[in-house]
């Protein structure tokens, strides 16, 4: 067999960016230690208070295939919306108006798609309103939503979809077709065109909370005509640019406003701000942490649950393609990688993915120590690239204390995983092994 057919499925079986539908989902999935699934489990139970929660983890860390998980769990309680805000929103401009318009049409669209009938003059209620803000606020009289593609563009899905092992091969070429819509979406985003000084008067303007009431208007609705509570999953909120993440959590409540369960993914660097005390007040918080590779302030001291967890990760992939683990990486490639990963999902399937690389480019039937360490020096390089020397000083500093500033450097460490969080009794912060390497001047593993 030729070396790239050899490595082609084991390849595109680790694509950090995939994410975990359906029967994948089901095979795939590894449970983790600290994992908030067995709490959000019982704090979403139909009968109960409706909870509004904002969970907080690092870009990465493998919150979407939990909330998926989540969802293929306790989904048959609920008429479940998901939505990503990174793929329908500007992440550098997006404001909390268009984010709450766009969580009602998507409560309608899924509606649609599920075939239940949902009122129409509720979503027409809701557009209108959205127009009459926009054309008395800035004065463009003309301003007029294209609805229709509006409706066709919005990427949201409903349970059939994200269920799609139970749904069978039709639900799997759907989730394809909204895969390549929702990457064509991302390169055009909905947006008003409105500044942030419109947006913060918009805020205590009577046709925002219109906009909310047909909001409400369309979930009371689609309970009534699905029998089950609204369940709304909002995903990628945890990529916005900083200001608009403020903007949106912070300087403003449109997020309460919906009359639905719901979860929030929220970014980290507002949780570990002074703001966060405020949002608690809102929405009830969950960590979601990375997985835990060491003890705190112990980096030579591998925490075993977590190492096992990562190293399942891979051989769980390679078993269900019907491989030995062991003859496809070695036992010294896997604990590297999964020491540099840094308890990172994400970082870890790329890490596998670029070794297969290394592997196939030297003729070998195997991921051995040379391939990982090439896979490390990799992530390890673009890491360095986007340090600037005031990075180094934050990350000097942090180093020494252990505890992020409330500086915009360590934003920054904090977004683009830096700097990372984890639990043990207390939520607590570490610098990714493969950027202290970058402080100490060395090569090291």
Known sequence: MPIEDFWQPIYNAFNPRERLWGEKLDTFFVEREHSPLKKLKVQFRPGRDMQKTALVGHRGSGKSSELLKLVSTIGSDFFVVWFDANLNLDIFSANQVELLF????AVYQVAEQAEINPNRKHFDLLTDGLQTLVREQTRRTDFVLDVGRLL??????????IAGAAAGPAVGAGVGALTALARELSQEAFSLGMKREEIARLEVEPHTRDIARAVNLIIADV?????KPVLMIVDGLDRLDLN???DIFVNSQVLSLPNCWAIYVTPIAIYYSTDFRQIMHEFVPTEFPNVKLHERDAPDTPHKAGMRTMREVVRRRLKTLGHEPEKIV???ALSLMVKMSGGVMREMISLMR????QAEISGETQVNLRAARAAVYKLRRQYAAGLRQEHYRELEDFRATGIPSRSKDCDDLLRNLYILSFINDTFWYDIHPNVRPLLEGVKSE
């Open 102 to 105: 766009l969580l009602g049409t």
């Open 152 to 161: 066709t563009n919005i990427a949201c899905f409903g349970l059939p979809v």
């Open 223 to 227: 309970e009534q005509k699905a029998r």
């Open 244 to 246: 608009p993440a403020r």
């Open 330 to 332: 070695s036992r010294n």
């Open 354 to 357: 670029e070794a297969i690389v």
